[in-house]
DNA sequence: TATTGTTATACTCTATAACTATA
DNA sequence: TATAGTTATAGAGTATAACAATA
């Protein structure tokens, strides 16, 4: 690999160690895990079945009902039927959770402020090129440890 | 927060939960944990003492113990006296333990392919604006999951 | 006294396999 | 039969506290 392509390597790499820690920081602020918190921002946009949790968590199944008990033990979450298939138990944010969900996304902003070093033309070449590098697998994912 | 910084956070998150699950992939198929691997990648420089791993890791040194003694159950890995103070204990790895610290770091070349798409001139760009984000803390780490 | 590494303990996350209720 | 969720189990990482050996 040359040597340009390994500073870069190492520059993501800097960034993800210090994105994980910090979303981990925030989550232990509000007494969560970083498991719990991944769940509970998935929640706050809206129930989901327990498996699809799994899905977006790449997870087994077995894993989420531990999560959402702890979530639920903290009356954050709540399992609900499915009126369509009576299998299904649907997780969902309480009032309290989503609260929760919200406080954690606004804590974690000095995880972005290393963006404003940057001028919005600076900023606007960074997405473009994270973009392509990314290759069109740019979703946003509300579970992923550094977005909110 | 403006929605330009907002769409580079979650390109961001994209790229740090790539990078988790590949880094832990490539572990995984060298029968390591992702903390293994860390630990092996850190040691594979040289001795260290239990207590330094700790803080390379950013976690207690009672969880080094198990780590390393893991690593030294699969022959990876052993423990060393330290000459100048008999209470600390040199972490080393083994010739078998550097052998698969290197065959790891090629495996996560395919981690690395994302910036193929890039050309040198926007990867140069990309390295630029990615230190100017992280401010002068953009030291090499090789425990970093991207890094290797 | 302070420091290094370890042990003991408890909790969480993880995968696997077996189980239940439902489809 | 197949699927959704749970339970049981085992292994690993984590923090805390207490401990022995050494400084």
Redesign the interface.
Known sequence: ?DP??A???????????????EYDAAAAAHRLTGAQARVLALLSTGPMPMRQIAQRL?CEPSNVTGIVDRLEAQGLAERRADPADRRVKLAAATEHGRDTAARLRSSL?F??E??A??S?G??????D???????G?????PA?????
């Open positions: 690999m340009l392509t500073e870069v390597v190492d520059l993501i790499g800097t960034i993800v160690a210090r994105y994980y820690q790449k902003d995880a972005r290393p963006l070093a940057l919005v600076e900023r606007t070449t960074l997405r090129l994270l973009e392509r590098m990314l290759g697998d740019a979703a946003q994912d992923s440890p550094a977005a909110g």
